[in-house]
């Protein structure tokens, strides 16, 4: 008899919707520019202003939060957070200062958290989301999310 292999390594089943397609191939059919349950939206290096969508309501998340990293620059980027409405409006939650320098900046939304000008909002997350980040100067920067 054998058994199987114990690792530490955590796996993380992928979502299938009842027909058998895949999460991502779902949005990919419906348009979507990105997609991430947890990780980057926006590659690391990316130094133009970019739109990315995030399809939050796979596992109706209550809190999400973006890490904003800056690798390095002389400019700065500001980092908008929508909603979407279920026709494509998009309405502000969330829009940063103009960030700078290395480091990163979370920027967070979720019921239950005390809202901090330009940093944190006390508010649903909606099922889509647009983050919409402008860049002035010259910047490298990526964007990361985290669902919780």
Do not use: H
Request: aromatic share 6%; glycine share 10%; hydrophobic share 35%.
């Amino acid at each position: 008899m054998t058994y199987p292999v114990e690792t530490n390594t955590p796996v993380q089943p992928a979502f299938t919707w009842p027909n058998g397609v895949t999460a991502t191939q779902q949005l990919a059919s419906d348009g979507m520019k990105s997609y991430s349950v947890n990780g980057p939206i926006i590659p690391a290096g990316t130094t133009a202003t970019t739109t990315a969508d995030v399809f939050t309501d796979i596992s109706f998340e209550t809190q999400l939060i973006l890490l904003v990293k800056i690798a390095s620059g002389s400019g700065s980027v500001t980092v908008q957070v929508n909603g979407k409405t279920s026709d494509g409006e998009t309405y502000p939650i969330l829009t940063s200062t103009a960030l700078s320098g290395a480091g990163i900046t979370p920027l967070r939304i979720g019921t239950g958290f005390t809202p901090v000008n330009n940093l944190a909002a006390n508010d649903m997350v909606p099922t889509d989301v647009q983050v919409v980040c402008t860049v002035s100067g010259t910047i490298s920067y990526g964007v990361e999310v985290m669902l919780g």
